[in-house]
Each structure stands twice: as structure tokens, then as C-alpha cells.
């Protein structure tokens, strides 16, 4: 009788260094691809990414949604890349990596990873054919999504943990877009009431990396977010938050998590959301 044992998984998905990626790459062929927060015709920080815009690649065209897999695979195709391979991304601002890697696995593509410090990769790497066997890479928790409903559902249960990624001026109702940018996304600023406040930023170390589990730990804590109760994340694209869904749920085992992919551009712009700040009401 032959053997039938299945060996363990090499890799998990979630983050890569450089040098896991290069082990990866001598074993199969796969798509490496720089997330971009604007168009533009720079070079890509990584040696042989494909560098595309987050909205050309993750949305549709005339409807504010998720491509779905069909369109997805599409769109790799006609920049080069072959969806049944192993998907490798980055972003030119972390938290697109993350975003991209939740709307492709939300879609059905699999195995899909985040590339730790991109700018690390100067070379090119090994041109490797075929493909690993499935057991060799394992699949990390499915993403889950959260609707407006659901938000407005979940304000005021003790059970439900509403987290909020954005900056402080955010989240007090000074500003609509983080610091440094054009004001710009929704008509109202403040939070989803009850909902807690933990910066995407405290979750990065100084090199935009992210933290060890024990530090990642402790601020989860700090924010009062329980892994025994569900969360319902979300910030202003939900680029941020999706960040913040990878930590609890993937590196510090948070059973359900959400992601309002609506986030502040939807809910603080729509007839009937209730919102929370901390600043002076305005006086006429």
C-alpha cells in the first residue's frame, strides 16, 4: 500500500518576508503585484512587480462593489498574471496590500499573501514552472463582510465590539480623511457610536512592519477588544481596517471578524446613520 500521509504545509497565508518569498518563488511560478493608492507610472518599489490601482483592480466599473472572481481573473489576465497561481501583494501604503488581499480572498482567489517590506526585494527572482501541491500552503480564516445593516444592528449589544481604524481627528469628528490629506469623503464627521477607537498606525513598528503578536496583544487590549466576542471593524475605505481585520483574525485568533468595506464614505454620508463625536457642537 502506498504512503498516504500528507506532509505538513510549508507556508501559511498571511505575511511574507523577502526571503520567504524568494523559497516560495524557486517552488512555483506567481504574481507579485504593487497596490497602488494612485495611478501612476512610477517604478514599482519591488524588483518585478506589477504595479495597478487599487480601484482598476479590486472594483467595478459603474457600481460601488467588489469585483467578483470571474472579473477578477480578467483583470490578471490582461496584466499579464495568472490568477491560479499563488498571489503575492504589496502596497505602496501597507494597508492596500491588506485591502487587496481581503477583496481577492472575499472573491474565492487562493493562496494570497501580503509581502513584508517590499522595497527589501532588488532582485529579481527565480523564474520557477509548475505549481505546488495544495497541501503545501495553508489557507488562512475566510474573510467575512459587514453591510450597513448590520452595523446599525450591532450599535448598542455589549456583545457586538464596534472598532474604529482611523486617526484620532477622525474618530472625535474633526475631519473626514486623515491627516495630511485633502478633507474630503463623507458630509458628516464622528464615529459609529459605541464603537472604540484603535489607530491602524499602532498596530505598524517605525518601519511600517507589523508588531510582534505580544505587542499586538497588549494594544488590542488597551482598545478593550475581546477575542471571545465578535468585531465589526471598519475606517474610511476600509483599507486601514481590513489591516486591522489580518491582526485579530489571523495573527491573534479573533473567531468573528468583520469587515465594513462601507466604512465612513458610506455611513457618515447616508440619510438616517447615527453618529458620535467628541467635538463642540457648532453654535449659530
Known amino acids: 500500500m502506498g504512503d498516504t500521509h500528507t506532509p505538513p504545509a510549508r507556508w501559511r497565508e498571511g505575511t511574507l518576508t523577502v526571503p520567504a518569498l524568494r523559497e516560495l518563488a524557486a517552488h512555483t511560478a506567481l504574481n507579485l503585484i504593487e497596490v497602488r493608492s494612485h495611478a501612476s507610472d512610477a517604478a514599482p518599489l519591488a524588483q518585478g512587480a506589477t504595479p495597478v490601482f487599487w480601484k482598476d483592480l479590486l472594483w467595478l466599473p459603474d457600481i460601488r462593489d467588489f469585483a467578483d472572481e470571474a472579473l477578477l481573473r480578467q483583470r490578471l489576465r490582461a496584466l499579464g498574471l495568472d490568477a491560479d497561481r499563488?498571489?503575492?501583494?504589496?502596497?505602496?501604503?501597507?494597508?492596500?496590500?491588506?485591502?487587496?488581499?481581503?477583496?481577492?480572498?472575499?472573491a474565492g482567489l487562493r493562496p494570497v499573501f501580503v509581502l513584508e517590506q517590499p522595497e527589501a526585494l532588488t532582485e529579481a527572482l527565480p523564474a520557477a514552472a509548475g505549481a505546488l501541491p495544495a497541501a503545501a500552503i495553508e489557507s488562512g480564516p475566510a474573510p467575512r463582510r459587514a453591510l450597513r445593516q448590520d452595523v446599525l444592528e450591532a450599535i448598542g449589544q455589549d456583545r457586538v465590539q464596534i472598532v474604529d481604524a482611523r486617526s484620532r481627528e477622525e474618530y472625535d469628528g474633526w475631519r473626514v480623511s486623515p491627516p495630511g490629506n485633502d478633507d474630503h469623503g463623507a458630509e458628516r464627521a464622528?464615529?459609529?457610536?459605541?464603537?472604540?477607537?484603535?489607530?491602524?498606525?499602532?498596530?505598524?513598528?517605525?518601519?511600517?512592519?507589523?508588531?510582534?503578536?505580544?505587542?499586538?496583544?497588549?494594544?488590542?487590549?488597551?482598545?478593550?477588544?475581546?477575542?471571545?466576542?465578535?468585531?465589526?471593524?471598519?475606517?474610511?475605505?476600509?483599507?486601514?481596517?481590513?489591516?486591522?481585520?489580518?491582526?485579530?483574525?489571523?495573527?491573534?485568533?479573533?473567531?468573528?471578524?468583520?469587515?465594513?468595506?462601507?466604512?465612513?464614505?458610506?455611513?457618515?454620508?447616508?440619510?438616517?446613520?447615527?453618529?458620535?463625536?467628541?467635538?463642540?457642537?457648532?453654535?449659530?
Do not use: K, M
Request: charged share 20%; glycine share 8%; with cysteine.
Open 86 to 106: 499563488p498571489t503575492i501583494l504589496y502596497g505602496d501604503h501597507c494597508q492596500y496590500g491588506f485591502y487587496a488581499r481581503w477583496a481577492l480572498r472575499h
Open 190 to 284: 464622528g464615529h459609529v457610536p459605541g464603537a472604540r477607537n484603535l489607530h491602524y498606525l499602532d498596530l505598524l513598528d517605525a518601519h511600517g512592519r507589523l508588531r510582534p503578536d505580544e505587542e499586538l496583544r497588549a494594544r488590542v487590549e488597551a482598545a478593550g477588544l475581546r477575542a471571545d466576542r465578535p468585531v465589526i471593524a471598519y475606517c474610511r475605505l476600509s483599507h486601514r481596517a481590513s489591516l486591522l481585520t489580518f491582526v485579530l483574525q489571523e495573527r491573534l485568533g479573533f473567531a468573528d471578524v468583520r469587515l465594513y468595506d462601507g466604512s465612513w464614505t458610506e455611513w457618515g454620508s447616508t440619510v438616517g446613520s447615527p453618529i458620535a463625536h467628541h467635538r463642540p457642537s457648532p453654535t449659530l
